[in-house]
């Protein structure tokens, strides 16, 4: 059985990001509550996708000092250590999630009117683990944008095509 980790980069860590502080100190960087508190922000946001400015202005309510250019900051470091993704969502703004998102997903974003679908990361499980072996490669990351129209989209085209 091919070794996977799709949920994870593997950059500076072998795939344990149970404590993000600890992984911190071990790096090197110390683990601020402010930066504690980003990532705290990114796992407890469900379905929402966030910007850098809505996880600037989450963590801004606690910690008034920490500004936006320190989020930025942040936000590229933790995504060097492979803590943080981003992910395209078609839009042209960079969305943030946290790897070890309870939630873990891709997605299917409508190119009509933009709304985004969360499709369960397992979907794509068979086809990582013949992918990984395949090409005896080991899955880092997995970041999957899918684009078209969305089920009420197509209703709409459909009724106007009738009307
Ligand atoms: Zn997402
Ligand atoms: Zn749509």
């Not at 005896?136 to 009724?159: K, P």
């Amino acid at each position: 059985m091919a070794q996977l980790a799709v949920d994870v980069t593997g950059r500076w860590h072998d795939g344990d990001v149970s404590d993000p502080a600890e992984l911190l100190r071990s790096s090197g960087f110390r683990a601020t509550p402010q930066r504690q508190m980003v990532l705290q922000v990114l796992r407890e946001a469900g379905d929402r996708h966030l910007t850098a400015d809505d996880v600037w202005r989450a963590v801004n309510q606690h910690y008034p000092s920490f500004n936006r250019s320190t989020t930025y900051r942040v936000l590229e470091l933790f995504s060097a250590m492979g803590l943080v993704q981003q992910t395209r969502l078609g839009d042209g703004v960079a969305h943030f999630e946290a790897v070890d998102h309870p939630d873990r997903h891709h997605h299917l974003v409508c190119v009509r009117c933009g709304t985004v679908q969360n499709v369960p990361a397992d979907v794509l499980r068979e086809i990582s683990v013949r992918l990984a072996e395949r090409h005896s490669f080991h899955i880092g990351s997995v970041d999957l944008m899918i684009q078209g129209e969305c089920a009420a989209c197509r209703r709409a085209a459909s009724v106007t095509r009738r009307a």
